[in-house]
C-alpha cells in the first residue's frame, strides 16, 4: 500500500539558509500534518492544512511558512535556519479531518544546520 | 486544553513476560486515544485506537489497550513480549467532534524487551 513520502530523507543545511521540505500524503488523503521531532522529544505540532487550506496552526515560527497545492502534497519552507531548528521533521496524513481517523506518518526528513 | 501523561520513561521486560506501558490523559468530552511505535530513525506506526465501543481494543502485531474511562487511562498491553518489540511507543489524544482535531501526544515510553 501507498505511503507518506518525504524528500529529501537527509538534508544539512548552513545557519541562516533557507531549506525546504516536500510531502506528499497517501492518495486521497486531504489533510497533511507538520511535527518537529527533537532527538528525545515528542512530536511536536507545527501546522496542518485540510483541503488545501489551513486548518490548524501550532508551534511554527514565523521563519517558517507551508502550503498545500492541488495535488495536495504540501512544501514546509523554513528560512533564517537556527542551530535548533536541526531536528527530525514528520509529515503525517489523514483520509479527513476528522478526529477518529488515525494519522499516517512519512518516514521524516532530517534536518541538520551546522 | 488536552494533555497526555505518560508516566514511565522507560520500561523493562524480559522477553516473553506480559509488559504495560501507560498512559493518562485529559480531554473535555469523550477522548479518541491512540497508540503509536516508533523504531530509530523512522515515522511513528499506528497500533490500535478507541473511539467508542468495547473498552479493551485490539491493533497491530499483538498490542492491546484498555480505556478506563473513571481513572482516564489507556494503557498499552502485550501477554508476551518479544525483542523486536523494542521501540519508543507514543500515546495520543484528540478531542472529540467540535473541538481540536490536532492530537496531541505524551512525550514517549521506551520499551527494552531484553532477552
Known amino acids: 500500500a501507498a505511503g507518506v513520502i518525504q524528500s529529501p530523507r537527509h538534508l544539512i543545511k548552513e545557519k541562516r539558509e533557507t531549506a525546504t521540505l516536500k510531502c506528499y500524503p497517501i492518495?486521497?488523503?486531504?489533510?497533511v500534518y507538520w511535527y518537529q521531532q527533537g532527538p528525545g522529544q515528542d512530536p511536536q505540532f507545527l501546522i496542518s492544512?485540510?483541503?488545501?487550506?489551513?486548518?490548524d496552526k501550532g508551534s511554527i515560527p514565523d521563519r517558517f511558512s507551508a502550503q498545500q497545492f492541488s495535488d495536495y502534497h504540501s512544501e514546509l519552507n523554513m528560512s533564517s535556519l537556527e542551530l535548533g531548528d536541526s531536528a527530525l521533521y514528520f509529515c503525517?496524513?489523514?483520509?479527513?479531518?476528522?478526529?477518529?481517523?488515525?494519522?499516517?506518518f512519512g518516514p521524516g526528513t532530517r534536518l541538520t544546520v551546522t | 486544553a488536552q494533555s497526555v501523561a505518560q508516566p514511565e520513561d522507560q520500561v523493562n521486560v524480559a522477553e516473553g513476560n506480559p509488559l504495560t506501558v501507560k498512559c493518562t490523559y485529559s480531554?473535555?468530552?469523550?477522548?479518541?486515544l491512540f497508540w503509536y511505535v516508533q523504531y530509530p530513525n523512522r515515522g511513528l506506526q499506528f497500533l490500535l485506537k478507541?473511539?467508542?465501543?468495547?473498552?479493551l481494543v485490539k491493533g497491530s502485531y499483538g498490542f492491546e489497550a484498555e480505556f478506563n474511562k473513571s481513572q482516564t487511562s489507556f494503557h498499552l498491553k502485550k501477554p508476551s513480549a518479544l525483542v523486536s518489540d523494542s521501540a519508543l511507543y507514543f500515546c495520543?489524544?484528540?478531542?472529540?467532534?467540535?473541538?481540536?482535531?490536532?492530537?496531541?501526544f505524551g512525550r514517549g515510553t521506551s520499551l527494552i524487551v531484553h532477552p
Open positions: 495520543a489524544v484528540r478531542g472529540p467532534s467540535g473541538g481540536s482535531y490536532i492530537p496531541t
Open positions: 492544512f485540510y483541503e488545501k487550506m489551513q486548518s
Open positions: 492518495p486521497r488523503h486531504d489533510t
Open positions: 480531554v473535555s468530552g469523550n477522548p479518541y
Open positions: 503525517a496524513s489523514t483520509p479527513s479531518n476528522a478526529g477518529s481517523h488515525e494519522q499516517y
Open positions: 478507541y473511539i467508542t465501543g468495547d473498552n
